[in-house]
């Protein structure tokens, strides 16, 4: 398996890869690979010739110096997965010099509000951060797709607004959520969860299952008022937020409109690790 580091290297590749009408996905990760991850890589495998999976743990999305010194980083163990799951794919490891020299800094983007609200109240500068390195990466690799989870729904829609603003020809797929058996959402940051409350955690997917099933006869304002009490009466886990957007312009809803979509958005704490979720309504 070919490990690049150098952007010029791995731009070089691929750049020769399509003379030769060779399609390229492109996946990018922060490590901790597991099967979320790898239900983008195959289904990236399924629609191009060749994958470019980005290992790089993005210090400027991170709002809290603790979190980034505390993400899991396994490089070997990815690799070792990786090179079970295919011939086809490279890998863009590249150190923090590499991607922003002496300058550990985001550039700033106009999301047309879509940063202004859940992740993008509660983490400042977040999306400016990912925006970043999701163009550096899309400019490197110059791949026909790049595939990013729904989990990070609110991620998701803010770089399909990225390519859109700045006319990139590359398109975006969206692929489902990935749940650990009880249902928790696969995320690296479950690594750092203890046993008992990652079983636990399936408690926040049933909350959105049971807020959807609420949907439509229930208003907003009560969804939001059961979601809040259900959390202040569990012993593990802290409500950040509970939203009800619409899927596109991820507005707050106040009250439910007919023809649009909506999605439940979660953030909540346990032991200390920051977790999301969000599920489709209707
Ligand atoms: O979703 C992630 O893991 C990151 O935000 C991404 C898209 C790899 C950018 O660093």
């Not at 996905?25 to 060749?50: C, F, Q, R, Y």
């Not at 490089?75 to 490279?90: A, H, T």
């Amino acid at each position: 398996m070919i490990i690049f580091d150098r952007k010029k290297e791995l731009n070089a590749f691929t750049l020769e890869k399509r003379k030769k009408d060779c399609t390229i996905g492109l996946v990018p990760t922060m490590g901790a690979l597991h099967s979320g991850h790898i239900s983008l890589v195959k289904k990236a495998l399924s629609e191009n010739d060749l994958v470019v999976v980005s290992i790089f743990v993005n210090p400027t999305q991170f709002d809290k110096k603790d979190d980034l010194e505390k993400y899991p980083r396994t490089f070997e163990q990815d690799i070792d997965l990786l090179k079970k799951v295919s011939n086809n794919i490279v890998v863009f490891a590249p150190a923090v010099d590499e991607i922003y020299e002496s300058n550990v800094k985001s550039a700033s983007y106009d999301f047309d509000g879509l940063d202004k609200v859940m992740e993008g109240e509660f983490r400042t500068g977040h999306f400016d951060g990912v925006g970043t390195i999701v163009e550096l990466l899309l400019k490197t690799v110059s791949p026909d797709k790049a595939y990013f989870g729904e989990k990070d729904f609110q991620q998701l829609q803010i770089i399909r607004k990225m390519v859109e603003t700045k006319n990139l020809p590359y398109t975006i797929v969206g692929c489902p959520i990935e749940r650990e058996p009880h249902g928790l959402a696969m995320s690296s940051r479950n690594e750092r969860l203890s046993k008992n409350t990652r079983e636990q955690a399936g408690f926040i997917h049933a909350t959105l299952q049971a807020a959807k099933a609420k949907f439509g006869t229930n208003s907003v304002l009560e969804i939001k008022d059961w979601v809040k009490y259900e959390f202040e009466n569990h012993p593990l886990f802290d409500l950040e937020y509970f939203e009800i957007a619409d899927e596109d312009t991820l507005t707050p809803a106040l009250k439910i409109l007919d023809n649009q979509k909506y999605r439940a958005f979660i953030a909540v704490y346990a032991e200390g690790v920051r977790l999301i979720d969000n599920l489709r309504l209707n």
